[in-house]
């Protein structure tokens, strides 16, 4: 008999201390967009990322059980100019045939409501690895007109290039910087829950 309820104890212990799992979401490609925006010259220009996958787990009721990840394929860089991209993609810039994806995983949930989040991560771009925050604005979930239940965000950060490598430039007769050191980077992000 007491080994019973000893069995029982330590079950319903282990079960209290599993973490509850949230819900699986993979990412929608014909609903994302993922893009930037970098200083040149005396304007900005932007571009975006074709190809990527990922997926994130996400519980409205429990951010402490969100987490995310995904790839980005950096060949599919577009910013409207061939040549420019083509310059992107040289060992110049992204390097791609060495380092062919931008990588993002998340590591901590720093704060959130039900509309906003702070989201830390890694990215590892250009075979460097470091950590970032995402600011990001919730959209809700939803059941869509086909049945799927769909979830959305808006993620923004700021990164310095040069942070990760990515130090190309050149010096203007002004003495000015032909390419600006930071780039600002927006995810407009749906997923499609899993079953």
């Not at 079960?15 to 490609?29: E, G, H, N, S």
């Not at 990164?159 to 002004?174: C, H, M, S, V």
Request: net charge negative; aromatic share 10%; proline share 4%.
């Amino acid at each position: 008999m007491f080994r019973k309820f000893l069995f029982t104890l330590m079950a319903a212990l282990f079960i209290a201390t599993v973490p509850a799992q949230a819900a699986t979401y993979k990412v929608d490609p014909d609903h994302t967009t993922v893009s930037f925006k970098i200083r040149h010259l005396f304007s900005n220009v932007t571009g975006q990322f074709t190809k990527f996958d990922g997926t994130f787990e996400y519980d409205p009721e429990k951010p402490a059980t969100w987490s995310s990840s995904g790839a980005i394929q950096v060949s599919s860089i577009n910013t409207n100019v061939e040549q420019r991209d083509k310059h992107l993609k040289s060992p110049d810039f992204f390097d791609v045939d060495k380092f062919p994806t931008i990588d993002f995983k998340t590591t901590k949930v720093l704060e959130s409501t039900k509309e906003h989040a702070k989201i830390e991560g890694l990215m590892k771009l250009h075979g460097v690895e470091k950590p970032v925050v995402l600011n990001v604005d919730i959209h809700g979930e939803g059941k869509d007109p086909w049945g799927n239940i769909r979830a959305g965000f808006t993620a923004t950060t700021r990164i310095n290039r040069k942070d990760f490598g990515l130090g190309w430039n050149e010096t203007l007769e002004t003495g000015k910087l032909l390419v600006g050191e930071e780039v600002d980077i927006t995810i407009e992000l749906e997923g499609i829950k899993q079953v």
